[in-house]
């Protein structure tokens, strides 16, 4: 809380970490006003992962808290290198 203030997060992402535990004050579920921008990635990253990049790009937040290894992952597989 004393490093990012508040944070958003999609509802993929409430679903999957905060269903047997409570989610913090400063934790703000907000949901996407443009969906469709979640599917860019489908099939390729986990619907919270898709919804957190959408999130960052609709909020233009500055900073973007990822699974950074599923990405690095499909980045590797990607490019095949």
């Not at 973007?64 to 490019?79: A, D, F, G, H």
């Amino acid at each position: 809380e004393a490093l990012f203030g508040e944070v958003f997060i999609p509802p993929a992402v409430r679903q999957e970490v905060f269903t047997s535990r409570p989610q913090p004050s400063w934790i703000t579920e907000h949901s996407l006003t443009n969906p469709s921008a979640s599917r860019l990635l489908q099939g390729r990253l986990g619907i919270g992962e898709r919804e957190a990049i959408a999130l960052t790009l609709e909020v233009k937040a500055d900073l973007l808290l990822i699974n950074w290894l599923r990405v690095l992952q499909l980045l590797l597989t990607s490019c095949s290198l």
